[in-house]
């Protein structure tokens, strides 16, 4: 979801589009916690992004779809991604 913002000087930004508020106005989406964590060789810190389901609590019990990219050229990271909110709609919690 590309938006256009402007900065200038110190001041904050502020957006210039907002091009799928119409399309999005009444969407929910899965919150996205990034948490990093040893590799099993104990030599890298590897980062990761959990895509929570909707509804998800302290309690409740989800799948979860393990998405390994291919790396060095296909790392995922901050960025918005469709296919983990359709996922975490339908009750899917997503690890990349």
Do not use: C
């Not at 000087?9 to 009444?26: F, I, M, Q």
């Not at 040893?38 to 309690?59: C, H, I, Q, W, Y």
């Amino acid at each position: 979801m590309a938006e256009l913002y402007v900065k200038t000087g110190g001041g904050a930004s502020r957006n210039l589009t907002d091009l799928n508020a119409e399309v999005l106005k009444e969407k929910q989406f899965g919150e996205v916690e990034s948490f990093t964590f040893v590799s099993n060789d104990n030599r890298f810190e590897v980062e990761a992004f959990l895509t929570k389901p909707l509804g998800m609590s302290a309690s409740s019990r989800h799948p979860l779809i393990v998405n390994i990219h291919g790396g060095p050229h296909g790392q995922n990271g901050p960025s918005f991604n469709f296919k983990n909110q359709v996922y975490a709609a339908r009750g899917w919690a997503t690890l990349m």
